[in-house]
Structure formats: C-alpha cells, structure tokens
C-alpha cells in the first residue's frame, strides 16, 4: 500500500500543503520546528483516526482556524482509493469520508492505510511507564483489530464513569447502589481486551524475537511475557472464563476502592515484559540491549500488519534513526527495502542516498 498524495489544510503549522510520494523511501528534512513531525502526524492520523501526540482533535487544527481538512490518495487492496478527515477546533465531532462517502466510525477507514510509528521515546519503552507499553499495543491493536478499538473506547467510558462514583459517594452514599452494574460491565468488557492482547502479544513477542536474534547473532533469547490481572491465569482461556476471573479480582478489591476513591486494578493496569536469556530488560538490560529490543518490537509490529492486509503498512520513522548508532541504523535500514517509508531528520546529508528527499520550512516545502 502507497500514500499516492497528501492534502493538508489548516493542519498544525500548515495552512495549505499538497505534495506527492515516492513509493518507496521518503526522506523528509528541515530544522526543529519547522513541521516535520507534524507531517507524519498527518499521515498516521489519516489512517487511524489516532493522533501519537494530541490529547484532543482540536489541538491538531492551526491556531485560529476553525477546521482543519485531511486527505490522501491511496494505492490499497489493488485500488484507488481516497480517505478524509474534517477536525473541528470546537467540540463538533469530526467527520471522516472514504471514496467520498461519510462514514460513521474510524472502524470503517480501518486497514487501507495502517502506519507503524517509531519515534526517539519508543526506544527506551521497555524501561518506561507501563502507560508507554499499553499505548504501544493499543495503538497497533486498534489497526489491526477494529473490534478491539470499539472495546477499548467501552472500556475507557465505563471506567470513567465508575471513577465518577468512587468520588461522589462521600457527597451521596446512595450512588453505590449502581457500582455492582458498573463493575460487571467492566469485567465483560475487560474480558475481550485480555483475550485480543494476549494473542497479539503472543504473535508480537514470536516476531520480535526474530528480529532481536538476528542483530544478536543469536546470542540473545528474546520472550515477551503479557501481564494482567493475578487471577487470570491463562489469558488465552474463554472470554466467559476470563469474565468469570475479573469479577473476582474486583470483588476482592472492592473495600480497597472504596476506601481510595480509585479504580485501583483491571486490564487498564495491563503491562508487559521483555526477558534476554531469561533475564529482566527493564530490570537489568543495557542501553543498547533496550534500544535494540525495542527496534525489534517495532519490525514485528510491521511485519504482523503485513500479515494480515497482505501488504506492508507504511513505517513512520520520526527522527529516530538520528538517535542510533551506526551499527543500529544498518540494521534497521537493511529492514526496509521493501514498502513505503517515511524518515525525518535535521541532518540530510547522512540519508540522501536513500530516495525522494522533501524539506520543510516553516509549514512550507522548500523548492
């Protein structure tokens, strides 16, 4: 799949910018701040319908204007075809068309242009936050699996509002009385999620350690190791069964609760581990060894939505590549010989060998 041509109107720091794609590598260049990651923002927004940066649609429309307009013509599933996105700087909902036809979810622009991005942060995810981790495989679940992008929005709503009554209950004790029905929701809900990441995790960590053993030269044994909840004890059991699991752990935490005014645990905790020859990488794994890790996670997030579109997706590499040594950047630039790829980076120089180079000044491409 190809990203043909880009439209980009009232767009972060871009009033009006139409360009063309090689469909191969695409080197995008200029100085700090002049909208490179803004571009590649753009291109995995018009996708997904997912932003890597903004808490809100309204942060991605430029400054005074009152919408900002998206679109891409695509080479996809062996067609043309054509995607859109309307955001509005107030809180009117967005609006998405695909082939020139509204459409009512991002479920239905799904898988004609998935993206894999990797940026400077994705480098050391493997020792940061757990909130990183889940990002990472929400983010490549909700391509791969619309389903599982409607569940998490369930999922997410319904937390929100059981956050609401743990808090209000101090000012009306009588609000409890819905917190049963609330948990059961979330524990159906939640059920799904654990079933989708453990399989996705399971298929991530097989890839990934391919890629891991390559660069090692086989001197490393990569395993990733999903981590949910204490009373699932096999993620990959019936969605009833996991049901069941949930509602117990939240029955056993429910005075604790109570008592901190929190949704203390449930998949929304969920995290996962990466081990080398057995050993913690968040725990005691070098730089090097982490960086390399995750260059690995993210060549098997690519190569699993190749799998399943049947094509590459394309890869969004955001100045990371300025972030490795040379052995690393090898490795990956040996990686993407095939499908399309887009690079930023200030130094043009160390990369132009590599296809069309497009520089950005100020939300303008420089001739």
């Known amino acids: 799949m190809n990203l043909n041509k880009l439209s980009l109107r009232d767009f972060r720091n871009y009033v009006n910018l139409n360009l063309e794609f090689d469909s191969g590598v695409n080197l995008i260049v200029g100085q700090n701040a002049q909208g490179k990651t803004n571009l590649l923002e753009g291109i995995g927004y018009l996708g997904s319908g997912k932003s890597f940066r903004a808490q809100r649609t309204a942060e991605m429309v430029r400054f005074g204007a009152e919408f900002a307009d998206i679109q891409g013509d695509i080479t996809a599933q062996n067609r043309q075809q054509t995607l859109r996105w309307v955001l509005f700087s107030g809180s009117r909902p967005r609006m998405a068309y695909r082939n020139g036809a509204k459409k009512k979810s991002a479920a239905e622009m799904a898988g004609v242009l998935p993206s894999v991005l990797f940026c400077p942060e994705d480098l050391m995810v493997l020792r940061a936050g757990a909130a990183q981790r889940r990002r990472l495989g929400d983010h490549a679940l909700c391509q791969l699996r619309p389903n599982y992008d409607a569940a998490l929005a369930e999922y997410n709503r319904i937390l929100d509002q059981k956050s609401r009554i743990l808090k209000d209950k101090e000012e009306n004790m009588s609000v409890l009385a819905i917190l049963p029905e609330y948990n059961a929701r979330l524990c159906q809900v939640g059920a799904l999620l654990i079933s989708y990441r453990a399989r ?159 520089e950005i000044q100020q939300g303008q491409v420089r001739s």
């Open 200 to 358: 996705f995790y399971d298929s991530l960590g097989k890839a990934a350690a391919v890629y891991h053993g390559q660069f090692s030269g086989g001197a490393e044994e990569f395993t990733l190791q999903y981590k949910t909840v204490s009373t699932v004890t096999d993620p990959f059991a019936p969605v009833e069964v996991l049901r069941g699991q949930l509602e117990e752990h939240l029955e056993s935490h429910y005075r604790a609760e109570l008592s901190s005014m929190q949704c203390l645990t449930g998949p929304h905790k969920d995290d996962f581990d990466v081990d080398l020859n057995g050993i913690s990488l968040k725990s005691y794994g070098s730089q090097g060894q982490t960086r390399t890790a995750a260059i690995s996670l993210k060549l098997a997030q690519r190569e699993l939505m190749a799998r399943e579109y049947g094509e590459d997706p394309i890869l969004l590499l955001d100045d990371v590549l300025s972030e490795l040594d040379a052995k690393r950047q090898d490795f990956v630039l040996n990686q993407i010989d095939k499908g399309q790829v887009f690079i930023t980076c200030c130094e043009p120089e160390r990369f132009t060998r590599l296809g069309k180079t497009i």
